[in-house]
């Protein structure tokens, strides 16, 4: 299957295609295969249009220049999961409008995702539970994750713990409210054991659409535990902090559909550093720990105490499951392995 000759168009997550959602996965693909793109502009015609989820979807589903052109919509978060009652979702429409996100006004979020999906001639998505909301729309749909090779440039090498527990958490800024659900297992576990929170994220963030609302991560987390320590987000302070840490942990809301939906990219990212990682019990969390055959997620604070505490005092323990979790990921989620999803893909469209 050759590409290279196809006119070919991408709406990113950012201009420079600097985003997360632009270098892990499409721009990865295309600069792996040495395919040419540009931004896409839906007044001129393509061969192909990958649609990222910050496409428009006022406008790109009546996308249609004489049928020709194959277009290709990533919903990876599982907006469709999101029930209709929920006051955010229901804004969400108008709230992207007037933000000019949108060039028209569509109220109705969820129906312009099912019409982006109806439109598309493939849907990526991330988990099996978005792939089953999204088939009823699309019969093309892949489970295609993040590439993370520009990320996990160290694995860790010592697994010796010293007199203050390192735990660590990787994320956007927005998404540091999660760990508050553990501030009760924090204040527990030290009452025992000397620990330190670190987290690699942004020192700021804008809390409304990604342009209004300047927010300190630093108020967010602060009072969780006696140490915590904030590390700007970048690929090299990624894996220093990481690999120097002792524990990664990744709680979730679980009250929340677009939180509890979200696929196992971040366990897998720790994992190709050799990080043994708790976790909150989700689908596909849960997933990823039966296929590594280990027990690390937690339903509640309860477990969250036991499990955090059984790796504070194993160095045994933490070695082994950072080491499998490393394996698998060679074992199941390589670069290569990714890159022939999206091939697979695209094969689907034009063969």
């Known amino acids: 299957m050759d590409l290279s000759n196809l006119r070919i168009g991408y709406v990113p997550y950012s201009k420079n295609y600097d985003r997360p959602g632009d270098r892990r996965r499409f721009v990865h693909y295309a600069k792996s295969r040495g395919l040419s793109f540009e931004v896409a502009d839906p007044s001129k015609k393509y061969d192909l249009v990958v649609l990222s989820q910050a496409a428009d979807l006022s406008v790109w589903p009546g996308y249609d220049c004489n049928g020709q052109t194959k277009i290709v919509y990533e919903a990876i978060n599982s907006y469709l999961a999101v029930p209709k009652t929920e006051i955010k979702g229901r804004l969400r429409g108008l709230a992207k409008y007037l933000s000019g996100k949108s060039r028209f006004l569509r109220f109705d979020e969820w129906k312009a995702i099912e019409s982006m999906c109806l439109r598309a001639d493939a849907v990526i998505c991330s988990t099996e539970e978005q792939e089953k909301d999204i088939s009823e729309f699309c019969n093309n749909v892949h489970i295609i994750l993040d590439i993370h090779s520009s ?59 990604g342009k209004y609302g300047n927010v300190n991560t630093r108020d ?115 670069e290569e392995a990714t890159l022939k999803q999206w091939d697979d893909l695209f094969k689907s469209l034009f063969t």
């Open 220 to 334: 967010i987390v602060k009072g969780l535990c006696k140490r915590v320590y904030l590390h700007e987000w970048s690929e090299l302070k990624l894996s220093e902090v990481v690999c120097s840490s002792d524990l990664a942990i990744i709680p979730v809301d679980r009250t929340n559909p677009l939180v509890t939906g979200k696929p196992e990219n971040k366990l897998l990212l720790f994992w190709r550093m050799g990080m043994p990682t708790v976790t909150s019990a989700t689908p596909a969390y849960d997933r990823a720990m039966a296929k590594a055959s280990l027990c690390m997620s937690c339903s509640d604070e309860k477990q969250w105490i036991e499990k955090i505490e059984e790796y504070i005092v194993n160095e045994k323990l933490r070695r082994r499951d950072g080491l499998v979790g490393n394996k698998i990921t060679k074992q199941y989620y390589s």
């Open 151 to 209: 990320v996990s440039n160290s694995t860790k090498k010592e697994y010796k713990s010293h007199s203050v527990f390192n735990l660590v958490w990787e994320g956007m800024g927005d998404n540091a409210f999660q760990l508050q659900s553990l501030k009760n297992v924090f204040s527990d576990l030290q009452k025992r054991h000397e620990i330190a929170l670190h987290l690699v994220t942004d020192l700021s963030y804008r809390k409304y659409l």
